[in-house]
């Protein structure tokens, strides 16, 4: 009996804080669509994630994607730049920690497709398509959420970042999956 309940508050104990962190994460990506449609929350979501003690790498994408809403958000020329050059920074970061994750190569590419070419910022296009692309073969994004995955083959599509055969390929995915790949 005394085995049983110690093995039942183990379990407890050490699946509490996964259970936390896989809520906090699922949290902080409603919150981040949030901010996508309205970002008046930007400020108290980018405070959030700079408490997070140790983030993991799609914790630091998601602050450089919130920090490159943040220059959508300032009003000083100054404050803009500086929270773009913060958001590549973190990107930096964050794929440094997980290279081939596709939802950090989905955020950094999502951020720089709408980062004016001008400003030089947009660099890695190419590259995180490729990943998410090369992932396609891999099978790695039929572990994603199906909205998640939607989303990010919508985007693609309409990014017009993409080749013919490329535009196949995720189409292939989408139909797959059954899956649409209409936008919203």
Same mark, same amino acid.
């Given at each position: 009996?005394?085995?049983?309940?110690?093995?039942?508050?183990?379990? +407890?104990?050490?699946?509490?804080?996964?259970?936390?962190?896989?809520?906090?994460?699922?949290?902080?990506?409603?919150?981040?669509?949030?901010?996508?449609?309205?970002?008046?929350?930007?400020?108290?979501?980018?405070?959030?994630?700079?408490?997070?003690?140790?983030?993991?790498?799609? +914790?630091?994408?998601?602050?450089?994607?919130?920090?490159?809403?943040?220059?959508?958000?300032?009003?000083?020329?100054?404050?803009?730049?500086?929270?773009?050059?913060?958001?590549?920074?973190?990107?930096?970061?964050?794929?440094?920690?997980?290279?081939?994750? +596709?939802?950090?190569?989905?955020?950094?590419?999502?951020?720089?497709?709408?980062?004016?070419?001008?400003?030089?910022?947009?660099?890695?296009?190419?590259?995180?398509?490729?990943?998410?692309?090369?992932?396609?073969?891999?099978?790695?994004?039929?572990?994603?959420?199906?909205?998640?995955?939607?989303?990010?083959?919508?985007?693609?599509?309409?990014?017009?970042?993409?080749?013919?055969?490329?535009?196949?390929? +995720?189409?292939?995915?989408?139909?797959?999956?059954?899956?649409?790949?209409?936008?919203?």
């Amino acid at each position: 009996m005394k085995r049983k309940l110690f093995a039942i508050v183990f379990v +407890i104990l050490i699946g509490s804080p996964l259970f936390v962190f896989g809520s906090n994460l699922n949290e902080i990506r409603m919150e981040f669509y949030q901010i996508t449609i309205d970002s008046k929350n930007t400020p108290q979501l980018l405070e959030k994630l700079y408490a997070i003690d140790n983030p993991n790498a799609v +914790i630091l994408a998601y602050t450089a994607a919130t920090e490159a809403i943040m220059a959508k958000v300032a009003w000083n020329p100054y404050s803009k730049f500086n929270y773009l050059f913060k958001s590549k920074e973190t990107f930096e970061k964050a794929i440094q920690q997980n290279d081939k994750n +596709i939802e950090i190569r989905f955020l950094r590419f999502s951020v720089e497709h709408h980062i004016p070419k001008y400003l030089g910022m947009s660099k890695n296009l190419q590259q995180d398509k490729q990943v998410i692309l090369n992932e396609l073969d891999n099978n790695s994004l039929m572990t994603m959420n199906e909205e998640m995955l939607n989303y990010t083959m919508r985007f693609l599509i309409n990014s017009n970042q993409c080749s013919n055969e490329e535009l196949s390929r +995720i189409r292939k995915v989408l139909s797959d999956k059954q899956l649409t790949s209409k936008p919203d």
